[in-house]
């Protein structure tokens, strides 16, 4: 069977398309907040909150555009997350067959642990997909700014919603969020995909070998002086 075709790296091509959506839907909103959101806000106050004040026609057209830009937000996170959690347990399952469910689950929805297990999670599931031996300084470097990422994106949003719940702020945005964030939230999916590649592409290319314990030079002359022996002894016979 070719690696392209094998249900973990079909799972992994959804896993990019889905973070590459909400990228985009991301930016959309982003591009919208910049442009329309603060005199949004502004006209919304003006009309006081009444329907039918003169000029509320006026905003229908923008706040349907921003109500439809945060559904595909939302739409799209979703998605990604469930097609990351397929991928995770698919890749799982592969690499140690009989694997459970239910840790994955736990990991990424228990208050607390989700903070600390995914990345340990993922990190084991790298380990017992048999990498090569000289990848793991990268690999975990890689793992590591993944994650670090994922909280900034987090601490973010907890920042933004704070900050909108917060009366006395005086902020006049729709969401608050900016380049910043988008940047923020781009380069959580940039580092994302690629340890969901990193993955995949070992598997695909199938299950090698744990590298040999290391040996020190005199053990290995003894091995060798062993093997001599053992052919001179054959050939003797």
Not at 126 to 141: I, K, L, Q
Request: glycine share 6%; aromatic share 6%.
């Amino acid at each position: 069977m070719r690696a392209s075709s094998s249900p973990h790296t079909k799972s992994a091509s959804a896993v990019y398309v889905t973070l590459a959506a909400q990228v985009a839907a991301t930016a959309a909103l982003v591009v919208f907040e910049q442009a329309r959101g603060r005199r949004l806000v502004q006209e919304i106050s003006a009309l006081g909150g009444d329907p039918h004040a003169p000029g509320a026609q006026a905003v229908v057209g923008a706040v349907s555009v921003f109500a439809i830009l945060i559904m595909l937000v939302t739409a799209t996170t979703v998605a990604a997350a469930a097609a990351y959690l397929t991928w995770l347990i698919q890749t799982r399952q592969n690499a140690s067959p009989g694997a459970q469910t239910a840790p994955v689950l736990a990991a990424w929805s228990v208050p607390g642990i989700n903070l600390v297990a995914p990345p340990v999670l993922v990190h084991r599931l790298w380990w017992d997909s048999r990498p090569p031996a000289d990848r793991h300084g990268r690999w975990v470097a890689l793992l590591a700014a993944w994650w670090l990422s994922w909280l900034a994106v987090l601490a973010l949003v907890l920042l933004r919603l704070t900050a909108a719940g917060d009366t006395a702020a005086g902020d006049t945005d729709l969401t608050g969020l900016g380049p910043a964030e988008l940047a923020v939230v781009t380069l959580c999916a940039l580092l994302c995909a690629a340890t969901v590649r990193q993955i995949t592409r070992i598997q695909a290319a199938g299950a090698r070998p744990r590298p040999p314990a290391r040996t020190g030079p005199v053990m290995a002359r003894i091995l060798a002086e062993q093997d001599s022996a053992q052919q001179v002894h054959h050939a003797r016979r």
